[in-house]
């Protein structure tokens, strides 16, 4: 099945952020990513993770990746670059070709640059921030295929991202059936509230009967 088609992708495509960072606190399970924004409010994502690690140019330089033809449509392309906000991995020709071949978004632990093209494209990048020095001669290529670090949560090949006005979440592929099945509960929850609340009831009523203090409380605790 491919990525497109992904039955997991596409209900956590119908989720926001809160819903399933809530999923993630009450399972345990470290999946937000730190300080990773969205260049525009608007931008909305979800996939699974295509990933890259980079490390500093050597000498000779490597090079800083020749990789997008390589990911399939659908998937989320994971630029580990260790935080660096000094020079960037991402860039407008980059964006065009993604956003041409249907790549979902882009997920970068650092910097992109040509901000103006994945905005009037509407191509999803999400970074801790932009600036314009680039990458060359400075960051390589270190391997691609591999567990990654995003904003302090581990994202490996195949994962499911999903990126909204709050940010990134990452839901491991091993535990991504019962991530879903706890962010939809919590999400059923909360709506069951609002329109309790909506209809006269004292808010503090609605969340007693949906027990609301303990959609978020870890299991076992």
């Not at 630029?79 to 960037?88: A, F, I, M, P, S």
Request: glycine share 10%; aromatic share 4%; hydrophobic share 35%.
């Amino acid at each position: 099945m491919s990525d497109i088609q992904d039955k997991n992708v596409a209900r956590a495509a119908k989720l926001d952020t809160p819903t399933l960072s809530d999923a993630l606190d009450k399972l345990g399970i470290l999946g937000q990513c730190y300080k990773i924004k969205p260049r525009s409010s608007d931008f909305r994502m979800a996939g699974r993770a295509w990933t890259l690690k980079y490390g500093p140019a050597a000498k000779p330089c490597g090079t800083v990746g020749d990789y997008i033809d390589d990911v399939a449509p659908g998937s989320v392309v994971v630029l580990d670059n260790n935080g660096r906000e000094d020079c960037t991995v991402w860039g407008d020709i980059l964006t065009e070709i993604a956003h041409r071949r249907g790549i979902a978004g882009t997920v970068i632990n650092g910097i992109n640059r040509d901000t103006h093209l994945c905005l009037s494209l509407g191509y999803p990048v999400f970074s801790i921030d932009n600036w314009m020095r680039t990458g060359k001669d400075r960051v390589q290529v270190e391997a691609t295929g591999v567990p990654v670090n995003i904003g302090g949560a581990r994202v490996a090949p195949g994962d499911i991202l999903k990126g909204d006005t709050d940010g990134v979440v990452v839901i491991p592929k091993e535990h991504e059936d019962r991530v879903l099945e706890v962010a939809e509960a919590i999400e059923a929850a909360e709506s069951r509230i609002r329109e309790a609340a909506r209809g006269g009831m004292r808010l503090d009523e609605a969340r007693q009967l949906n027990k609301y203090h303990s959609l978020q409380t870890r299991e076992g605790a």
